[in-house]
């Protein structure tokens, strides 16, 4: 399942999630499809496809201490449309 995040923190933080973004390594089950940085600072996007809950779990708590995550599971706008379609919506 596809997941597009939106990060957010705080300036005071700004040190410590480039610390964070240092060490990133996805875990088992979650593969990085792109990634963005907001260039007026204080947030991060990123698409991903993830496995399972855990994997989805894993990813995003090590982040928890220093940012707020808003996660949104997504679907490219075609699929969606073919899927409304075939509900007769």
């Given at each position: 399942?596809?997941?597009f995040d939106?990060s957010?923190w705080e300036p005071k933080?700004s040190?410590?999630?480039?610390e ?6 996805p875990p088992a089950?979650?593969k990085v499809i ?10 991060y996007?990123?698409l ?7 994997a989805?779990a ?6 928890s201490?220093i ?10 706008s075609t699929?969606?449309?073919?899927l409304?379609?075939?509900?007769g919506i």
């Open positions: 399942m596809l997941f939106i957010t933080d040190e410590a999630v480039i964070h973004f240092k060490k990133l390594k089950g979650i792109n990634q963005w940085m907001d260039l007026n600072g204080g947030r996007f990123i991903y496809e993830a496995e399972n809950e855990k989805y894993e990813f995003n708590i090590p982040w201490d940012c707020k995550i808003e996660s949104s599971p997504v679907m490219e699929e969606f449309i073919k409304m379609a075939s509900k």
